[in-house]
């Protein structure tokens, strides 16, 4: 099925989402980004056709594109580790942290 194909499902057919989409999108940037190693011998490979295949040609998103991390381009930085951010911090965490001043030996004039 093409993504055109499946546009035209979403148009006409209200069960099919835009998670379709996505997903067929996805699929689509796998199978090509490791195309070349049906018809590549295993002697012969190159550092461009290992770049193309995990995709390190592709460039950074750019800033307040994505909602989320992309999960087709490793080099997509959105939203990375904010999530331990927004959580809300209970004030008993902070009682049970000690003193690191406490710890230092005294200082011994030599």
């Known amino acids: 099925m093409s993504m055109n194909d499946l546009k ?10 835009l998670t379709a989409l996505i997903m067929a999108r996805k699929q689509q940037l796998d199978k090509s980004a490791w195309q070349w190693a049906e ?9 461009a056709e290992v770049n193309k295949a995990y995709r390190l040609e592709l460039k950074p ?9 992309c999960k ?14 927004f959580v ?4 008993k965490y902070w009682y049970g ?10 200082e011994v004039g030599i």
């Open 39 to 47: 018809n590549t011998d295993p002697e012969s490979i190159t550092e």
């Open 72 to 85: 087709g381009n490793p080099h997509c930085l959105i939203g990375l580790g904010e999530k331990g951010w």
């Open 97 to 106: 942290i000690d003193d690191p001043t406490a710890e230092r030996r005294p």
């Open 88 to 91: 809300e911090i209970d004030d």
């Open 61 to 69: 998103c750019k800033p307040e594109k994505c909602r989320r991390n």
């Open 8 to 17: 035209k499902q979403v148009f006409i057919n209200g069960n099919v989402t």
